[in-house]
């Protein structure tokens, strides 16, 4: 299956593109009519005692798996408007979705793209610490996290983007099971003052801008707390070749220095990178760009001095090098992930 999340096992990850996900160890029987398959699976992490099923169409367009033993769902939808042969925009939606009982955690991809406009909307649900980076000591980074994203972008280089994240905390809750007590996750019972939402509102436009040098932007950021930023930019935007770094200056007193690159040798090879400063003692969470896909970008808010991420994504070899230094302290954190893959 295509789902990223499914019997996922954590000890294992690859970031070459045409190698599959490690999955705990596992046994499939299915039958396969024209493009389509429909099976059972045993598994021992999920489904050891009682067979899961699984379901998946043609063109891999949608796929679902279900445990009972676990009562755990795993759907995946991978739309493409080229393989229906559509007029139009170039349309990219993609959604994976794994949960147990009402809980459902997930991401969501959706793109609208033309010679005129590119039109994007993302989410995630899941773990606090795939969407914050925040101070240990921060309640906020204990729970349940949440984060839609829209943005437009211009082919005249404007563009508008609207997010909001949120966390939500975990309960304590008494249960007449074995154990005593166990962690609940948030539910709309939980007072909303339990809660913290993160919000950003933001615009960019051209002073001036030749597509050979690139130009100067003008951006203005409005954050939750009513805080507005307003920031000046340079960017160079070519087909394989992205390029923007600037500065910004809140009324709060806050700054930011930052700025992100990407280099398309082909439609394989990919450089890019990212990186942002912020001033000590700033008092609102900045947003940087810490991982990216092929043509997704994943966002996380932190309160981290500095941050820096290089990642070189190819058919053979990927690498991965990031760094942070935590707020108030000297403390680095250096992650460097490298695979390779040879055929044989």
Known sequence: MENFYFLRDNDFYTALPEIEQGIHKAGFFGLKWKEWSLGTYFSEQEAKHKPGIYLLSPLKLFEFAYS???????????????NFFLAG?????????????????????????????????????????????LDPDRKELKG??????????????????????????LRKQSDSGPEAEKFQPFNPTIPESDSKRWEIIAGKAPIFYDPFWGGIFLSLRNYTNETLGRGIYYGLYKKRFTIEAGQEWRINGDKITEGKWSFRMNETWNLEGAFLFQKEGNHTDSLFEARTARDETSSIFTDRSSSFRLRLLSPYVALTVSHSRKKESKNDSIWINLQTQFYF
């Open 89 to 133: 925009p170039k349309i990219v939606s993609r959604i994976q979705t794994f949960g147990e009982r009402k809980e459902i955690d997930g991401t969501f991809y959706s793109s609208a793209t033309s010679e005129k406009f590119e039109l994007k909307l993302t989410g995630y649900r899941g773990k606090n610490e795939d969407l914050f980076a």
């Open 144 to 169: 349940k996290a949440e984060l839609v994203r829209l943005e437009f972008i211009s082919r005249s280089i404007f563009n508008l983007e609207w997010i909001r994240a949120w966390s939500h905390p």
């Open 68 to 82: 009972p033993e676990m009562k755990k769902h795993y759907a995946s939808l991978n739309f493409q408007s080229k």
